[in-house]
């Protein structure tokens, strides 16, 4: 101790003189690294600028092409979804029917529904095979009657027969820059009949390219590649339809179907990054012009940061500068603290110097002093942790054998249930008066070997340390033992449990399980057999009960036929409501007879498309009412899991009736889509229409049950039942809501919508 006192006290003395001399080298230092710094990272930062100037231009083309290519796959997105409305209008039953029977009337109101639906159509008109203007969806049409024989889309629909996407010109109808799109409209024998020409307006086309944020102060075009070029769709309106200019490089690049990046001057005379690239599938192409000055402005601004960089880089230097100053100063510091800590008693602390010069030394060998002083104390301490771990395992040992011996005096000779010991050999080595019964059954005492399979049991628990339980029959009664081994110990433990009541009662709920099953096969099979006599029923509704109300009606008819002068005006009268009535019954029979059928049939659960459904539904309608105007809206995406011909005739049903129910309507509505209700999926079906009074709500799915005249709008009353049904066998709920003169709405959950 006092050679370390001696240390401190050296070291305290010529410290002030040791911080003097290094602050004068720390000075010089600072400023030797502070010209290296300057030097060094004016030429890092010029060659790194310079690196990620190339870098940032080939990645600034590079985003100016994928651009490109998003707008070009944008416009084959607009333009394919249009040309897939078209084909399908084009391929409808009820145009097909009203072309091939020349019913241009017919074919004007559906063209005029059908261009309100798709608005991006700036007007549609049907040519006959003459080229002649038969219907048009114009509001005040001026074509009717004018020969489109010349147009381009007219010669090549005719020659082959197929779709195709003329050259775009300016309409003769509305005046305005459209992009033709003409389809065959074919009889069933694949002639063409008709040619529907959808035009696609270019301003509408235009307006969305242009106000899509592709990149920052970008214009945008879109050419058509055909005949030298054509703008389709450009920043100003009034360049729609005009030539492509030949000065632009980048323009006549994207004619020949190219793609790539180039720079080419504008009409200012300042430089673009000009991008091109074809539309997919489509014989036009995209060029987006961006300002040079906006795409390279990262340039400006890696110049600012690069200057700024170096300046940083000084400023660290000189702190550098600092840092290694105190570098140099600090360790003789440390080993100052150090020594008077040693001085004080603390054998713990060290310098820990890696310094290669004499204070480095000069601290190692401090440390190894101390070192040498640890270990000794080390040594101390290891010899008191040994001792410590010895008594503690004496006294473990001692605790287990008073442990052992106090678990076996304490085992309740009173217990009710048998208890027992059994060493590793099988020796019974303790039971209690309640064990008795199981001894004399083994013909042994206290002391003797238990049987055979007593001994195994214990031998395996003690082999594999682990309780266990087993259930033992004895003297009529029936015991589960609970095995506990005491490895360490060498002996099992067995505590016995009476189980007969419950070992009864399992087996008396088994007995009333069977019996339930009985039950239920029986009840499945009464089940079956009424079934089958409903089926009967059925047949013998749809058969007998059909007869005699077409002879009524039959009869009837031939009384109003022959005796027809000699009846005065009520006899008729009262003819024509037998009649009625007897047709009224049929009907009834036949919604019967189709309620039933919903009930048996089996269903066939598959993932069933409910947006395709209602738009076939409403087709439907529209086609069978064509004169009608009703605004339809059906959500897209809608499924579920259930049977696609039940769930059809569900919304068969409900359209059905918002279509009737909506008919005094001049403006009809009708929606059909799915919210959230309580957390659950709720699919529902909207209108404007006459509306009920909630007071009724509970007679709507009644069979035969009405909440409107039949004179105001005719029904047998059995459609909602059979919804009410349906939804009911696919483990769903429906029901409504609705104001009177306000429309309606019904609801219906089902058990798997997706």
Known sequence: MEFIGNIATKINTIWPEIQSKFSRLTTQLVAIVVFVAVAVGGSVGLAGTNTSRDAIR??????????????????ANYIGAIEVSVREFASHPAVVQAVVADTPEQLTSSLVQFTQVQTALDNAGILDTKGITRASGAANPQNLGISSADRDYFKQVIDTGKPYLGVPVTSRTTGNPIAPYAVPIMDEQGQVKAILVAGISLSDLSASLVKTPFMP??????????????????????????????????????????????????????????????????????????????AFAVIDTLNRQTIAIVLLAILLA????????????????????????????????????????????????FDQMADVLGEKENQLRSYSADLERRVME??????????????????????????????????????????QTLLTEWSRTRGQLAPDSWRAMAGDALVAGEVTTVEIPCGGRIYSFFIAPVPQSGYVNLYGRDITKRKLAEEEVHRLNLELEQRVRQRTAQLEAANKELEAFAYSVSHDLRAPLRGIDGWSQA????????LDEQGRQYLDFVRAEAQRMGQLIDDLLQLSRVTRGDMRTVPVNLSGIAQDVAARLIAAQPERRV??????????IGDPRLIEIVLTNLFSNAWKFTSPRLSARIEFGKTEIEGRSVFFVRDNGVGFNMAFAQKLFGAFQRVHKQSEFPGAGIGLATVQRIIHRHGGEVWAEAQVDQGSTFYFTLEEAL
Not at 59 to 69: I, P, R
Not at 631 to 640: E, F, N, S
């Open 318 to 365: 000189t702190i550098a500068g600092v840092v290694w100053m105190l570098q140099i100063t600090r360790p003789l510091h440390r080993l100052q603290v150090a020594a008077q800590a040693l001085a004080a008693g603390d054998q713990s602390r060290r310098v820990k110097l890696t310094l290669r010069n004499e204070i480095g030394d000069l601290g190692r060998s």
């Open 58 to 75: 080939k990645q600034v083309y590079q985003s100016s092409l994928s651009h490109a290519d998003l707008a070009a796959q944008y416009a």
């Open 394 to 435: 004496r006294t473990a040992a001692l605790k287990e054998s008073e442990d052992n011996y106090r678990s076996l005096s304490l085992f309740p000779s009173e217990n009710p249930n048998p208890v027992l010991r059994l060493d590793r050999e099988g020796t019974i080595l303790y039971a209690n008066e309640a064990s």
């Open 217 to 294: 102060d970008a214009r945008i075009s879109l050419l058509d590649t055909r005949n030298g070029g054509l703008i389709l769709a450009h920043s100003d309106p009034t360049r729609l339809l005009t030539p492509v200019s030949g000065k632009n490089q980048a323009a006549l690049l994207a004619l020949t179907g190219a793609r790539g990046v180039i720079e080419t001057p504008n009409s200012s005379g300042e430089m673009d990054v000009a991008a091109y690239t074809p539309v997919p599938g489509l014989p036009w192409a995209i060029l987006i012009l961006q300002p040079s000055q906006t």
């Open 559 to 566: 009384l109003m036929e022959d005796y027809h002068d000699q």
């Open 631 to 640: 605004d339809l809206t059906i959500q897209p995406g809608l499924a579920t």
